[in-house]
């Protein structure tokens, strides 16, 4: 079973199975899988459902239909945006690359029918000393996390708090490696998987006109008070507020589910924070 109904397992051999499941349109039988991921040729079919069972109940997207294996569709992409629940959260961490550097903050507020509602805040303990450029930066200082949980305390409150939201994030790649690496410490090969927007990649197709795309440019384009940049809570406050006006740019350009978001394009730009 697995440790949170929001978590999938990293493993290659789950990943090998999701993609061979999603060539064969979504079932494909135990033997097949078994063949064809864990290179056993011709095994029997008793033999092949006993380790398929063994190995896909680290993963809620997939289930065993008689012999037959199934990957759930996702529920997320067909979701109105109007009746989705989102969390927007934001990291301080030790440093800019996960691993070696730690979370040190975690902010969240919970956004849905267009207004920001419930708060997630807590400093954690990163069990690593914090460089002082980031703590000039961030405000964070060893002293004030010493006491503080180590993520291991907080991760089934935070997973609690995300439940099946979509994620949104202002470079939502840094936060998301970040956030997946302190899981794995917890729950060893899991990872999230709840989607997430960046509302870096959001602003630059909707507000291509403005100077640049950090946190401050945009938050003083929708004349959004930024409070204590660079601490978690304040940050994620900042862009759930930037999310509610693009949510309603979306609304106005036609844009209504998370599909259509994803069609919105894929070219990648460089990260800014």
Not at 28 to 40: E, L, N, R
Request: hydrophobic share 40%.
């Amino acid at each position: 079973m697995t440790p949170f109904p929001n978590l999938i397992c990293d493993s290659l051999l789950i990943s090998e199975t999701v993609t061979l499941l999603r060539s064969f349109g979504g079932r494909a039988s135990a033997v097949s899988i078994v063949d064809f991921v864990m290179k056993i040729r011709k095994p029997d079919r008793q033999l092949a459902r006993m380790l398929v069972s063994d190995l896909i109940s680290t993963d809620p997207r997939l289930s065993l239909d008689g012999d037959t294996v199934v990957l759930r569709d996702s529920a997320y992409e067909g979701r109105e945006l109007r009746e989705t629940e989102f969390v927007v959260f934001d990291l301080e961490t030790t440093g800019a690359k996960a691993p070696p550097c730690r979370v040190t903050e975690i902010g969240a507020w919970r956004v849905k029918n267009g207004k920001v509602l419930d708060e997630f805040h807590t400093l954690v303990n990163p069990e690593t000393p914090i460089p002082p450029f980031i703590s000039s930066l961030t405000g964070i200082s060893d002293e004030m996390v010493r006491y503080a949980p180590v993520f291991a305390e907080i991760a089934e409150d935070f997973l609690g708090f995300i439940g099946d939201s979509v994620l949104v994030a202002h470079n939502s790649g840094f936060d998301m490696r970040f956030l997946n690496h302190e899981i794995s410490r917890v729950y060893g090969k899991y990872r999230l998987a709840n989607p997430c927007l960046c509302t870096v990649q959001l602003s630059r197709k909707l507000l291509p006109d403005i100077l640049n795309h950090k946190l401050k440019t945009v938050a003083q384009h929708y004349e959004i008070d930024l409070v204590d940049h660079h601490r978690a809570s304040a940050d994620a406050f900042a862009t759930a507020h930037i999310f509610v006006n693009l949510l309603n740019r979306l609304n106005e350009d036609g844009v209504n589910d998370l599909a259509a978001i994803r069609g919105l394009g894929s070219r990648k730009h460089r990260y800014v924070r």
